[in-house]
């Protein structure tokens, strides 16, 4: 084996967590090609269609509430497996011909999953990364989630295409979820051939694992390194849940938690979870509207991609900012676009798709990354709960009320909205997140637990300009 590790290894185990995002990506968005349908069988209110849109994000403030106690007690590995049971377990029972309450029912289980691959998916990839590529594979989960979002919009326009808008208003919604079944199946059987996670087997004692897989990672010499460094970092935390609130532990979290809050706040999922809605609006046919979603879909992918590229060249405060600036300006153009009655053409669409090329150079992969590095060992899997859990509880209260908001101030002011949040982010950048490219997490631990020394901040600040 090379002396510096394996890469190859390192790789496989993050293309399989990212199938996990993919997962969350395709059964998040799913709804987007259905809603319209849904919406006339049932002869949804406004209220109704965005509680519809939304259900199963309560299933992802669960999974986000216990996924990080669990992964601590359990391990990470074994609460993937959980999601992937529940993706499949969500598919399938929409899949039957059942009622309204079932399928909220079934979302909701569908919804604990995504809560819990959201928040196990990117701590396991960080935990197991060498430090100098960790941002670019921490954001290779958020590819594979725009990967399954761009995916469910290709079977969501192929299974409407299958016969009229009649069979799609009774049964073609149900295949585009039931579709989820196949790739639930695929991501379970490749679970079984990654390793824990190296830095929660060492909190669990089991140190000759935890070297093995960091010595298949780094090679042998910094394996040994990195384990000295994990074993000092967990001698010197209590890991309670109270610990996390606690100086030098609560930055981080008030960091990770903002942060996660902005990522949805700033309007991505109203534009994810409505795009069909949306391009309807500005005089689109149903089967354009779908084939312009394809297009949101595919400059995600593409711009999540340069994101990979140049987060561990650039740094992760660079495109944060690039992107949060890029956002506003966008959607203060479609704001401005539906407020002028010039919503028809062209310039919605174009307008849409660089906020979400802006979005997916930064708060898309970026709040995951961000999140992932910034917490203590034995805390990372409570922290990054709390964390995940505000990004859902957003999620929610964006989607839910996006439709309603449509319906008393309009489209203008309610993207005006979200571009005042894009702004707010672009402070937020600015002000308070270090840039941590190319430390390792525990050098990155012992920045926040002396935050309040200018002194140790400023040497990490030099540091990294080194670098």
Same mark, same amino acid.
């Given at each position: ?7 190859? @290894? ?61 992964? %601590? ?39 604990? /999953? ?20 960790? /941002? ?38 149900? @295949? ?107 005089? %689109? ?29 650039? /740094? ?101 909205? @979200? ?49």
């Amino acid at each position: 084996m090379n002396k510096n590790g394996n890469k190859r @290894y390192v790789y496989k185990a993050t293309i399989v967590a990212a199938v996990g995002g993919l997962l969350f990506g395709y059964d998040t968005a799913v709804v987007a090609g259905a809603i319209g349908f849904i919406q006339k069988l049932y002869d949804l209110s406004p209220a109704m269609k965005g509680w519809v849109a939304s259900c199963a994000l309560i299933g992802c403030i669960i999974g986000a509430m216990f996924s990080g106690v669990l992964s %601590d007690k359990f391990g990470r590995k074994k609460l993937l497996i959980a999601a992937g049971l529940m993706f499949a377990i969500s598919s399938a029972g929409i899949l039957m011909p059942l009622n309204l309450t079932w399928f909220v029912f079934f979302r909701l289980i569908g919804g604990i /999953g995504i809560g819990t691959a959201s928040m196990i998916g990117p701590m396991y990839i960080a935990e197991i990364a060498p430090a100098d590529i960790r /941002g670019r594979l921490v954001s290779i989960n958020q590819l594979g989630i725009v990967t399954g979002i761009l995916l469910i919009y290709f079977v969501n326009a192929n299974i409407a295409g299958w016969h009229d808008e009649t069979w799609n208003i009774t049964t073609g919604w149900r @295949y585009m979820f039931g579709s989820g079944v196949i790739p639930s199946v695929i991501f379970l059987i490749m679970l079984f051939f990654v390793p824990e996670s190296p830095r929660w087997l060492a909190s669990k004692e089991r140190l000759d694992e935890a070297d093995d897989i960091l010595t298949k990672v780094n090679g042998k010499q910094k394996a040994q390194q990195e384990l000295s460094e994990i074993k000092k970092t967990l001698n010197i935390e209590q890991g309670s849940f109270s610990e996390i609130f606690k100086p030098g532990v609560r930055k981080a979290l008030l960091i990770g938690v903002v942060l996660c809050i902005f990522s949805q706040v700033t309007g991505i999922n109203a534009i994810m979870y409505y795009a069909p809605e949306i391009f309807k609006s500005t005089g %689109d046919a149903t089967s354009s509207a779908l084939m312009q979603t394809v297009l949101v879909g595919i400059i995600n992918v593409l711009f999540t991609l340069v994101a990979i590229k140049y987060v561990d060249k650039w /740094g992760r405060r660079a495109l944060l900012l690039a992107g949060t600036a890029g956002m506003a300006v966008c959607l203060a153009i479609v704001g401005g676009a539906f407020h002028f009655d010039m919503a028809k053409g062209y310039i919605i669409l174009i307008a849409i798709l660089a906020y979400i090329a802006f979005f997916a150079v930064s708060l898309g992969p970026l709040a995951f990354v961000v999140i992932a590095e910034i917490f203590s060992n034995r805390n990372r899997g409570k922290a990054m709960s709390v964390a995940i859990f505000f990004l859902w509880i957003s999620v929610y209260a964006v989607s839910q009320s996006f439709p309603m908001l449509l319906n008393s101030i309009g489209s203008a002011y309610t993207f005006w909205i @979200y571009m005042v949040m894009s702004i707010l982010a672009f402070v937020f950048v600015l002000k308070l997140i270090p840039e941590t490219k190319g430390k390792s997490l525990e050098e990155i631990e012992k920045y926040f637990m002396h935050a309040e020394d200018k002194t140790a901040a400023l040497n990490l600040k030099q540091s990294t300009l080194n670098n």
